[in-house]
C-alpha cells in the first residue's frame, strides 16, 4: 500500500497518484486540510482519500498513514509525496529491503552511495546534513543514516504496529527513525533520484529546521527526562555548592561576604535542584504512564 501525505498538490497528486497505482495495490492520499482540489482530484485519479478537516501539520498527516495502515490487511507501507519530488517508479526499490526480509524501515535517501541529491540548493543540503547528524546522534543501535529527512520510505508490518508518531510537525520524520530505533527495529537506506524542481515547500528552509529541532527537543525532553533535566541539575547543583564553598572560604579570610557570588551561589544551588526533581518526576510520570498501557 502506498500512502501520500498532501497539502494543496491538486497540479502534482493526480499525476503521482496515477503513477503509485502501477507498483502498489491500493493507494491513500491524506488531505492535511487542502484549500485546493486536492482531495477530488486524487479521488479522481483512483486513490482513496482521507480528510483533516484542518490543516494539522505533515507528523499528523503520517500518524494518519500508520493509523490507515495498522487496520489494513497490508504487509507493506511505503509513504512518499505528493509534490512530484518522489519518484513513484522507484517504490519497487524502496520496498525491496522490506520485502527480502532485510529491514523493518526502508529509506530512499538523495544522498547515498555519492548521489549528490542534483537540484537541492546547498543551504538545503547542509540542514539536511545538520538535521541527519543530530538524528544520528539519537540512535544507538542503527548504523548512521545520511537522509534523516527523507520522506520516501516502506514500513514493515512490524514497523507499522510499533510505530506511532506522536509530532504534529515536520519533526516526525525524526521521530519515527528514533523510536524505530528503540524499539530494536531494523533500518537500511536505498539510493534514490528525485525531481527537486517540482518540489515547493510549504514553508521556508528556517522554519523547516527549527521546526524539526523543536521537535527533537520535546521528544528527548518526554524520553530521556533524566539526562535532559536532572543531569543539567545535578552539574548545576555541584557548580553551586563549589561556588558556596569558595564564598564562604573568602568570607572566614577577609569578614567580608561576596554578595554577588552568594546569590549566584543560591540561584545554581535552587535551579539545580528544581531541574534534578523534575527530570526525576517526569521520569516517574513516564514510566508510570507506559506500564499502564
Known sequence: MAAIPAFNEQKTIGSVVLTALRYATKVIVIDDGSKDETAWVAEQAGASVIQHPTNRG???ALRSCFEYARESEFEVLVILDG????RPEMIPQVVAPIDEGRADVSIGSRFLDGHKAGGVPGYRKFGIRVITKLTNLGTRHSGKITDAQSGFRAYSRAAIAAIDPLEADMGA?????WEADRKGLRIV????????QRSRGARGPVQHGLSVVGSMVRYVEKRHALLFFSVPGFILFLAGLALGFYV???YYRTTQLAVGLALVTVLLVVLGM???FTGLILHAVINANSNGR
Open 248 to 250: 564562604v572560604e573568602g
Open 83 to 86: 509534490d512530484g519530488q518522489h
Open 189 to 196: 537506506e536505498v539510493p534514490i533520484e528525485i525531481d527537486y
Open 274 to 276: 528544581l531541574l534534578a
Open 173 to 177: 520524520s525524526a521521530e519515527i527513525l
Open 58 to 60: 505533515y507528523g499528523a
